[in-house]
Structures are given as structure tokens and as C-alpha cells.
T-cell receptor, first 110, second 114 residues
Framework: QKEVEQNSGPLSVPEGAIASLNCTYS??????FFWYRQYSGKSPELIMS????GDKEDGRFTAQLNKASQYVSLLIRDSQPSDSATYLC??????????FGTGTSLTVIP | SAVISQKPSRDICQRGTSLTIQCQVD?????MFWYRQQPGQSLTLIAT?????????ESGFVIDKFPISRPNLTFSTLTVSNMSPEDSSIYLC???????????FGQGTRLTVV
């Protein structure tokens, strides 16, 4: 298995704060990087993808990628209670194979 | 996007028996993937199912335990054989789009082995 590592948490932030989620990966040949959100008992759903170094913003979400450091992060601004979920970092190797991190559990406290 | 139908959604099985999980996609896809998600854990790739050839298994997973069929470009099955309580998990079918820009997931099969 390719290695994709995340802090398991749990991470708790107050409503309206910024939540910061981090992920590292082992294979320098990784092509694409993703953040999935998984609510309890549900399948993962894609919230962000990033392919090149730098930042990518989509609404309240910002993904950051640093290939030299093999590091990808997700920032959630103005966190809402509905953001409470497990966030999975995923890395794509040479096509459609996705390898997932262990997930970070986020709780946004009203 | 792809719509994936997976069944059964859940099952409770006796140890030593086998369960076959079905995955149907609404469009033709080259590769389908089977994942396991154990309680409180992330997704672990079991194998990649290619149409017309044997599945490719990840380290720690073997064909005798998890035989996979891929008879056409829209359908695959995963069998969990000779089950033990350690096989209790959620099993997820997944497909990727052509550009590898997103993985789509079925609803998952929650398996409990007693």
C-alpha cells in the first residue's frame, strides 16, 4: 500500500473558526490529491481536488499542495456544525487508483 | 459523474460462510475498485477489477479470500469467503472518471460476521 498519513484527531473547533487538516504522502510519483468528507454511516464524497503546487480555493475550502514536501492540507474557513465529519485525504497514483489516509475527525462546536 | 448501485446494503453472516457483493455502474468504466473500511478506520484498497483479466490485489489481500468477477464494463462482484468476525467491515465499490479526477463510491455494504 502507498502511504498516506493524517492526524486522526479528533479535531474540535468553535463555529466560525478555521479548521486546518493535514496530510503527507510517501510516493513522489503521486499525480493528484483529493479531500473527501465522510459523514458517519455514509460513503465518502469529494469536496476538493488539487493537482499542482500552491493553493486552490472553492468557497470556504482551500486546499494547499507542496509536492517537494509531499504535503497537502485543507483549510475550512467559517466552520459550521454541518462540517462535522471525518475528512479523508486521498492520493491518486498513475490513473484511477486512490489511496486514502486514516482520516481526521472534525467536530465544529456551536 | 457515475451512479453506482451496490447490494446488499448490509448483511449479518455466520462465520465460515461466504457473501457476494454486487456493484452495478450506470456507465461503462475500465477499472472498478473494491475497498474495505473497518470500524473507525479509513478505506483500504483490496483490489482493482479489470474487465477481461484477473483482478490485481493489494498487499495483504488474496484471491482465495476475496475472489472478484468483472464480466463486463458495468458490473463487478466481490466475494468475502470463509468469513470470520475479523471480516466485519464496510465494503465499498468505486470507479474513477477517465481523467482520474474523482472517485465515485457505491453506498457500501455493511457486513457483520457472527
Amino acid at each position: 500500500q502507498k502511504e498516506v498519513e493524517q492526524n486522526s484527531g479528533p479535531l474540535s473547533v468553535p463555529e466560525g473558526a478555521i479548521a486546518s487538516l493535514n496530510c503527507t504522502y510517501s510516493d513522489r510519483g503521486s499525480q493528484s490529491f483529493f479531500w473527501y468528507r465522510q459523514y458517519s454511516g455514509k460513503s465518502p464524497e469529494l469536496i476538493m481536488s488539487i493537482y499542482s503546487n500552491g493553493d486552490k480555493e472553492d468557497g470556504r475550502f482551500t486546499a494547499q499542495l507542496n509536492k517537494a514536501s509531499q504535503y497537502v492540507s485543507l483549510l475550512i474557513r467559517d466552520s459550521q456544525p454541518s462540517d462535522s465529519a471525518t475528512y479523508l485525504c486521498a492520493v491518486n497514483f498513475y490513473g484511477n487508483q486512490f489511496y486514502f489516509g486514516t482520516g481526521t475527525s472534525l467536530t465544529v462546536i456551536p | 459523474s457515475a451512479v453506482i448501485s451496490q447490494k446488499p446494503s448490509r448483511d449479518i453472516c455466520q462465520r465460515g460462510t461466504s457473501l457476494t457483493i454486487q456493484c452495478q455502474v450506470d456507465s461503462q468504466v475500465t477499472m472498478m475498485f473494491w475497498y474495505r473500511q473497518q470500524p473507525g478506520q479509513s478505506l483500504t484498497l483490496i483490489a482493482t477489477a479489470n474487465q477481461g483479466s484477473e483482478a490485481t490485489y493489494e498487499s495483504g489481500f488474496v484471491i482465495d479470500k476475496f475472489p472478484i468477477s468483472r464480466p463486463n464494463l458495468t458490473f463487478s462482484t466481490l466475494t468475502v469467503s470463509n468469513m470470520s468476525p475479523e471480516d466485519s467491515s464496510i465494503y465499498l465499490c468505486s470507479v474513477g472518471d477517465r481523467g482520474g479526477t474523482e472517485a465515485f463510491f457505491g453506498q457500501g455494504t455493511r457486513l457483520t460476521v457472527v
